[in-house]
């Protein structure tokens, strides 16, 4: 591959395929390249920096870490938590979700230096290569899409090896697994996930278990965002989100296994941790069952299991999105109160919750117990109509 243009943008993260592309589209191409890396709040201060330091060892021109974790959750996360979307009923979509802001972060910077490619370094068998690329065709049209690790087909031996033949300084060890962090939750893929039986090994999960006494856990919502961590207000959800992700992260909460559909077609398994999403999710949801009436319920289910697809496969620009988001933000004017949940060793149980809006009010009566607003004969006369239309079927099909 050889081109007369030179300046290349790569979203870079820091794991191997991206650092062998910085390296090889360096040295292979002699391309001037620029490293962008899409921050959703994965990362430390300390490790931004030896990304930094490491993108210096590959010839980089100019290295940006673009914080986007604020846009991040006003545009994406707050619909996830409203719609208590979960891929296949397990996947909080961690990794799904943010690579679309990241594309688009990336996207606008490549167009700020003037950049004739962008690079990424998603392989040619999973779901990435179709985000990046997606949102780069409509977002960079311009600049041409360069993709080493797809296009040689390279394992990771094989890159691991380049870099170390080039004198590169870095974790190999760590870099076996492919780990993809931010503030919605992590991803881990090896090895292990390319099967259909074996478990990710605990050293494998980059958050271990440090406690083992259970603890309780008390999450405030207001109109169905986060508002409040065990009665203490937060400036803004993020900081709910870190507090919760480290409440459950010390029980190993939010570990798990997803298998789904790629948007090639395949079957995929990857290994998760999620503390904050899945406890966020369950007590968001279970809030709304007290909250909302039968047909919001159902309605909003439909919607956000189409809302979690698209988004997983890459339509976040679709128009579509902002409706559902539109109808998701309107459904939870009533989604007030807290709930309560108890955290032990790798599992939360959430055991109630509290609110105003509360449509378990015992004005009518209570299930099971005593009936208010109803008597013995309005049962009767109601069961009567009720059963008119089944009986008309039985009786003309002489069942």
């Known amino acids: 591959m050889t081109t007369d243009k030179k300046k290349v943008v790569l979203a870079y993260s ?10 090889y ?16 709040g994965g990362f430390s201060d300390e490790e931004l920096a030896e ?3 490491r993108t210096k060892q590959l010839g980089v021109i100019e290295h940006v870490s673009l914080d986007i974790t604020k846009e991040y959750y006003e545009k994406c996360i707050k619909y996830m938590i409203m719609g208590n979307v979960l ?25 700020s230096i003037n950049a004739d490619y962008i690079a990424h370094g998603s392989t040619g068998a999973g779901n990435d290569q179709i985000r990046f690329d997606l949102i780069f065709k409509i977002m960079a049209p311009n600049a041409e899409i360069i993709t080493p690790t797809r296009d040689l087909e390279l394992s990771r031996e094989t890159e691991i090896q380049y870099l170390k033949d080039h004198g590169i300084d870095a974790n ?9 962090a931010g503030i919605w939750g992590t991803s881990i893929g090896g090895k292990e996930t390319l099967t259909s039986s074996q478990p990710l090994p605990e050293e494998a999960y980059p958050k271990q278990v440090v406690k083992t006494e259970p603890e309780k856990l008390s999450i405030e919502f207001k109109e169905g965002e986060l508002v409040a961590v065990n009665g203490e207000n937060v400036a803004h959800a993020l900081e709910a989100i ?3 992700e480290a409440a459950g992260a010390a029980f190993g909460i939010g570990r798990d296994m997803h298998v789904g559909d790629t948007i090639i077609g395949t079957k995929g398994r990857v290994a998760f941790e999620a503390a904050a999403p899945l406890m ?18 159902y ?18 620009l679709e128009p579509v999105m902002r409706n559902m988001e539109t109808f998701l933000v309107d459904s939870q004017k009533n989604v007030n109160g807290t709930v309560f949940i108890k955290m032990s060793p790798e599992q939360f149980l959430v055991e109630g919750i509290e609110s105003p809006n509360d449509l378990m009010s015992d004005l009518f009566g209570q299930y099971g117990e005593s009936n208010e607003g109803w008597t013995a004969d309005d049962v009767k006369g109601f069961t009567n109509i009720l059963a008119n239309s089944l009986k008309i079927y039985h009786t003309v099909n002489n069942q």
Not at 14 to 23: E, I, N
Not at 25 to 40: C, F, H, I, Q, R
Not at 172 to 180: A, D, P, V
Not at 280 to 297: C, F, G, N, R, S
Request: include cysteine; glycine fraction near 4%.
């Open 14 to 23: 820091g794991g191997l395929d991206t650092t062998y592309c910085a390296l």
């Open 25 to 40: 589209l360096s040295k292979e191409l002699g391309m001037d390249v620029y490293t962008a890396l899409g921050n959703t």
């Open 51 to 53: 990304i930094e330091d």
């Open 87 to 111: 891929k296949n009923n397990t996947y909080p979509l961690s990794v799904s979700s943010e690579r679309a802001f990241q594309a688009m972060a990336i996207a606008q910077y490549a167009h």
């Open 172 to 180: 190999f060890e760590k870099m076996k697994y492919s780990i993809n």
């Open 242 to 244: 870190q507090k919760i």
């Open 280 to 297: 966020i999710i369950k007590a968001h949801e279970t809030l709304e069952k007290h909250t909302l009436t039968k047909w919001q319920m």
């Open 299 to 316: 309605w909003k289910e439909q919607i956000s299991n189409f809302y979690g697809m698209l988004l997983h496969e890459a339509q976040y």
